[in-house]
């Protein structure tokens, strides 16, 4: 489908089976009329697969649907981008099987991005949901539910440095930026830190005042396995996105911002006892002349591999 201001959504799942029926009714009873979705089950071992199947049948009408079941299990990034060559509409979203978006979601980002024909992609605030049942904004907002605090937009590379500012599941991609950036890197264990970096660096984003989302933490998701004792697949890759930023720096600013995600993300890999990722933060943080204080004891809590990860566990 090519018509005007389209929009897709890739939703993919993996052993969601508790939520992949509310998500996909999320995308389909949508107030924008323009959207297609794309359902692919990443080869599930629970019964994700036939609840998708279920679902789709009893679809008589409406938003045009297609459904891609796999074998076996595809690296998220390798099969996201796979689905995007196919993708030929306006937009697109990158919708996993365990979040829901809120019924005026699309329209509403369509709406924003629509005013800067040359942004990359509009994120808007989300609601997260705990496994415990607590539920909180992404962005602090008073009791009438008006932001806290101003959210930034246009420029945004530095910010995105520094900190962890946008919830993922709330952004809609312009399709065309997306692919002009290669889309995701496949040599990564997940997405939304980097590419949101590698397109803030060409193009300018835009945020939608609205809450789109509902994510989901549990013990399942991916940012739950984040800073996972000794052997953190994602800490691995945040480690690969930091030197692409080092190379994509151009400013004394920048490298400061970079500075302080390395102390972050340092902190979080001693912690955890992942030593050898480790050692190349601190490889990293020594190319760029980062030599607070800080860090001098991180160094040293590297160099004796003092393993607090027990007492990480339990206060995280």
């Known amino acids: 489908m090519n018509s005007s201001h389209t929009v897709t959504v890739l939703c993919i799942a993996y052993n969601h089976s508790k939520w992949i029926v509310h998500s996909l009714q999320s995308v389909?009873?949508?107030?924008?009329?323009?959207?297609?979705?794309?359902?692919?089950?990443?080869?599930?071992?629970?019964?994700?697969v036939e609840l998708i199947k279920k679902w789709t049948e009893s679809q008589k009408s409406g938003i045009p649907i297609k459904t891609v079941f796999k074998i076996e299990q595809i690296p998220y990034c390798s099969l996201f981008n796979e689905l995007l060559e196919e993708v030929d509409t306006d937009f697109v979203i990158d919708l996993s099987g365990d979040d829901y978006l809120l019924q005026s979601h699309i329209?509403?980002?369509?709406?924003?991005?629509?005013?800067?024909?040359d942004a990359s992609f509009v994120f808007s605030d989300a609601k997260i949901v705990h496994l415990d049942g607590k539920v909180h904004g992404f962005y602090e907002r008073n009791e009438v539910g008006v932001l806290m605090h101003k959210?930034?937009?246009g420029d945004l590379y530095e910010k995105l440095i520094s900190r962890c500012y946008i919830c993922?599941?709330?952004?809609?991609?312009?399709?065309?930026?997306?692919?002009?950036?290669?889309?995701y890197d496949e040599s990564l264990t997940y997405e939304d830190f980097d590419v949101q970096l590698r397109l803030a660096r060409k193009f300018k984003v835009l945020f939608s005042d609205h809450i789109g989302?509902?994510?989901h933490l549990h013990s399942n998701s991916l940012s739950a396995s984040q800073y996972r004792r000794y052997q953190s697949n994602m800490l691995a890759s945040t480690?690969?996105?930091?030197?692409?930023i080092k190379e994509m720096n151009i400013s004394h600013s920048e490298n400061e911002a970079l500075k302080e995600?390395?102390?972050?993300?340092?902190?979080?890999?001693?912690w955890s006892a992942n030593f050898?990722?480790?050692?190349?933060?601190?490889r990293l943080g020594n190319s760029i002349g980062l030599a607070n204080f800080k860090f001098r004891i991180y160094k040293l809590w590297a160099k004796f591999r003092l393993d607090l990860s027990w007492l990480y566990a339990k206060i995280t």
């Open 28 to 48: 389909r009873v949508q107030d924008y009329l323009h959207v297609n979705l794309v359902v692919v089950d990443n080869g599930s071992s629970d019964n994700t």
């Open 107 to 117: 329209s509403k980002s369509v709406r924003r991005i629509n005013t800067y024909p």
């Open 151 to 153: 959210v930034i937009e």
């Open 168 to 183: 993922s599941p709330s952004v809609m991609f312009r399709t065309c930026s997306l692919k002009a950036i290669g889309g």
């Open 213 to 215: 989302v509902s994510k």
């Open 239 to 244: 480690l690969k996105v930091c030197w692409k």
């Open 261 to 270: 995600r390395i102390g972050f993300e340092l902190k979080h890999a001693l």
């Open 276 to 282: 050898d990722i480790s050692d190349g933060f601190i």
